[in-house]
């Protein structure tokens, strides 16, 4: 991997989670419901975060700041991830999955002007093309909903903006706590909400409660439990400038690819256009010179040693 630990964490990451996208459909179409998918996600966390605990030592980060930026990071992803669920209910995808792709240029504007990030001539170049890939992979077919009232629009607004501030407390807090410890109180965050999913279930309904229903479903979650854990660690290594438009732009070319081998499913133009800019994007953000970005971790683990005044 040499120094390039920050592309490395962040392709494992667009990799499971486009492995991740072609397949989760498939229990939610068999009819079990995506707010029972969110619970079964969370309880796949847990592995990930005993592991972080194992690596730690047992010792966690429990200042009053590093809980708070850790469970608010967790509480962005989450939180977001529900709201997008009644965003779909009751707004159309086509129109609702654009909004929310704006995500990543929130993030990178942040991690500008108050990360003091910043990138050669051709790596903005790399930034700029996955930024519109992320707008051409969202991209989806008009459908027959009639669309109505506008708490959908304020909803996906609301996502894009969670998630942008998820990232953003992400490389923040990793310059401020160690990454182990983002990935425990990130696990922590997701098993709170659990209750909300329950409640936003519709129970009138027929649910799948054959292996192929949660089951299945705790295999297909398990990728994405996983590439949480190296996006952490890729915001750790990389900055957010790059690091955000990658894992935005990556996993759909991952998930059309497979969709294409598996279903036979010809992707639309657009999101042709979309694959060809996402892998350009990533070629030319990934001849960025390494700087030593671990730098402040390799500080912390060190200095975590000494009690913080602050607990």
């Known amino acids: 991997m040499g120094k390039k630990l920050w592309l490395f964490y962040a ?20 009819g079990f419901p995506a707010t029972l998918g969110y619970s079964v996600w969370a309880l796949t966390m847990i592995p990930g975060g005993i592991f972080a ?8 980060d429990t200042d009053r700041r590093s ?10 992803g989450c939180g977001g991830q529900l709201i997008l669920f009644e965003a779909l209910r009751i707004g159309p995808a086509y129109l609702i999955f654009p909004f929310i792709s704006i995500a990543p240029v929130s993030t990178i504007i942040l991690s500008y002007i108050f990360l003091k990030e910043r ?23 008009p459908g027959h909903s009639v ?19 998820q990232s953003f407390t992400l490389k923040f807090s990793n310059n401020l706590m160690r990454a182990e410890s983002l990935v425990i109180y990130t696990v922590i965050a997701s098993l709170l909400l659990i209750p909300v999913a329950i409640l936003m279930t519709d129970f009138s309904q027929d649910i ?28 750790r290594y990389g900055k957010a400038i790059f690091v955000s438009p990658m894992v935005n732009a990556m996993p759909p070319v991952i998930t059309v690819v497979l ?21 350009l994007a ?22 975590k040693l000494i009690p913080n005044s602050e607990e």
């Not at 990934?286 to 671990?294: H, K, M, Q, R, W």
């Open 11 to 30: 392709l494992t990451t667009a990799l499971l989670w486009g492995v991740w996208g072609a397949f989760i459909e498939i229990p939610e179409k068999a």
């Open 53 to 60: 605990l194992i690596k730690l030592k047992g010792q966690l």
């Open 67 to 76: 809980v708070f930026l850790g469970l608010g990071a967790g509480l962005l």
């Open 119 to 141: 990138a050669r001539r051709v790596a903005w170049y790399g930034i700029g093309a996955a930024v519109i890939a992320v707008f051409l992979l969202s991209y989806q077919p």
């Open 147 to 165: 669309v109505s009232g506008y708490l959908w629009i304020l909803l996906s607004l609301l996502v894009a903006f969670m998630w942008s501030m």
């Open 208 to 235: 799948n409660w054959s292996f192929e229903g949660p089951g299945l479903t705790a295999i297909i979650q398990f990728l994405n439990a996983i590439g949480f854990i190296t996006l952490v660690f890729a915001f």
């Open 259 to 279: 969709s294409l081998i598996l279903y036979q499913v010809i992707p639309h133009p657009i999101t042709i256009s979309g694959m060809v800019l996402a892998v």
């Open 282 to 303: 990533a070629f030319l953000m990934a001849l960025e010179p390494d700087e030593t970005t671990a730098q402040n971790s390799d500080k912390i683990n060190s200095s």
